[in-house]
């Protein structure tokens, strides 16, 4: 044993570790749907790693590839360098679309406050979004607590949380003909 380790030392080969692979926690693999199964080992492919995946996620030649690709360490730099300038640059086109927008948007307001002082308080007028009119306090005496929850965990103006997600098959306790929107007073 002890001449072995000496040999493998000696001779310098790189061994990639395997990481440990859990069999004891396997599920036995009942009848499934193939489309499923196709899915899964798509997104997570196995971690024996005695061949290349078809994901990308390991091959046994990578150091020979990158090797290939990128024969010295100046070219590395040379590509980071590039990658780090295009980054920039995008990130300067993006900053000054923004301020574009942004001026855009300063002016429309301050011909608005010429045209019309009202309208332009009122677009500006801060709003608590946890401000509860007269008639919306009436009305939240009357709904039930999941009911309730759902008005106040809404923001005025965003996107309703009640609604479900648009999907392409049904939820498998099907349609539910009794629900109503709750219809908030503005």
């Not at 078809?54 to 990128?70: L, N, S, Y």
Request: proline share 9%; charged share 35%.
């Amino acid at each position: 044993m002890l001449s072995r380790l000496v040999a493998d030392r000696l001779s310098g080969s790189l061994r990639i570790s395997q990481p440990f692979i859990r069999h004891y926690a396997a599920r036995p693999e009942a009848v499934t749907d193939p489309k499923k199964e196709i899915i899964r080992r798509a997104l997570y492919p196995s971690n024996i790693r005695n061949r290349a995946s078809p994901t990308g996620t390991w091959r046994p030649d990578v150091g020979q590839a990158i090797q290939h690709a990128i024969p010295s360490v100046q070219a590395h730099n040379t590509i980071e360098r590039a990658w780090l300038l295009h980054k920039r640059q995008a990130r300067k086109r993006r900053e000054a679309e923004l301020a574009r927008k942004f001026e855009c948007m300063r002016k429309a307001m301050e011909e608005l406050e010429k045209i019309d002082t009202r309208l332009y308080m009122e677009a500006n007028r801060p709003e608590d979004p946890r401000a509860r009119s007269e008639a919306e306090r009436q009305l939240a005496k009357t709904l039930r607590s999941s009911e309730l929850r759902a008005i106040e965990a809404r923001v005025r103006g965003l996107f309703p949380r009640e609604l479900r997600v648009p999907t392409e098959t049904p939820p498998p306790s099907g349609w539910n003909y009794e629900w109503k929107p709750i219809q908030r007073p503005v």
